[in-house]
DNA sequence: AGTAGCCTTGCTGTTATGGCAAAGGATCTG
DNA sequence: CAGATCCTTTGCCATAACAGCAAGGCTACT
């Protein structure tokens, strides 16, 4: 796992304070925006406050940011992606990303000769997303079973029963996302009770 | 209208016990994974519990998922996606995503002779993914100048200053994603489950 | 200096917390 | 069916965290 808990617990506070100066608001403003009071807010961003989701889901909000967003430090370096190829069940995984905590791509080689239609829809939290390089893919989803070519490209929430086939004859190159939940919410501010 | 912050926070502990029962996991269990004790647990599920960073954190990695799939619910329907392309700036942009609100995907067509040099590079919130198709990509990140051949990956945090080009000869073709969270994030509707 | 805006912090009564241990339920076994 | 075992919920209470007011420090501008 990429992400150490401490650290991003920690992380929190400053995080929050780059938020608010990036966009030149005051405290005093936040705390209209987010209903929570402006002591509140300055002990959130020095740390000296924990931080509930109670708070953190207005400020997520007034920021326009995702939770995670909140959570995770920024990042440098080169940034090109290099790992090895994973075999499993006769496909090929090439990783495309590698911060295992969010989203996660792989390139993913299937022959069309994969034993895939004796197994089962699968079903798991997230959400998935898919491109199809070459070849053909059969999608088994829910209720839906759709051919895919190449160039175009499905997405779904895994938590949905799902199945990724190659009917053949060739093999077939996809590419592969997997990553927290697409959406995200946003809604108007509101104050607080 | 999306999901509102009560709601959201309500639904944190259903959500944490759906996930722990889906993995067939005691509270005990978790518990020694946690490091969190199996009566909060269990409050934290019935939601008589404040969700703080403390406790969803650990239990987002014990879960293997981001923070805001701990707060978000599921859609259903057919995957494909089909949208119009878009022209913008001599690069066109299909998008293969269909929800604004959170990540996005295009495939990008980057004529050889863009002018794409004359531009700056750019700095916005989010993170940014990368995968080439075909041709070939110079990108500008930071103090970074590194060029992408075909199958390989690249991925950044926007809020580095970075820039696409491309070196030519022949177009180029790429897979762009943005996310977790652009900064102009439109409200989306979504039937509520 | 004087004023104004912003942020931090001491202080207070109030509320939440965390874990122990007991109690409720479900399941299994002979 | 009784007994045993495992899982989960909940009453309890000492301790810790909280929320917001208001005072204080800091900076910038006049």
């Known amino acids: 796992m990429a992400k150490d808990l401490e650290g991003a617990l920690a992380a929190v506070g400053p995080q929050l304070r780059a938020l608010r100066q990036k966009r030149d608001i005051t405290l005093t403003q936040l705390a209209e925006t987010t209903g929570i009071s402006v002591s509140t807010l300055s002990r959130l961003e020095s740390g000296s406050r924990r931080p509930t989701l109670e708070l953190l889901l207005p400020l997520a909000e007034a920021y326009q940011v995702t939770l995670d967003e909140l959570v995770d430090a920024p990042e440098t370096g080169d940034p090109r992606v290099r790992q090895r190829p994973i075999e499993r069940n006769g496909h090929t995984y090439i990783p495309l990303t590698r911060r295992p905590g969010g989203m996660q791509a792989f ?13 089962e829809q699968q079903t798991h939290e997230g959400y998935e997303w898919i491109y199809v390089l070459s070849g053909r893919i059969r999608l088994r989803l829910g209720e839906h079973d759709i051919v895919l070519t190449p160039g175009e490209a499905a997405e779904f929430d895994t938590r949905l029963p799902h199945l990724i086939l190659n009917p ?21 501010a509101r104050s607080r009770g």
Chains 1, 2 share one sequence.
């Open 107 to 119: 390139k993913q080689i299937i022959p069309a000769d994969a034993p895939d239609c004796d197994r």
């Open 168 to 188: 053949g004859p060739e093999p077939a190159e996809i590419i592969n996302l997997f990553g927290p939940q697409g959406e995200r919410v946003h809604v108007r």
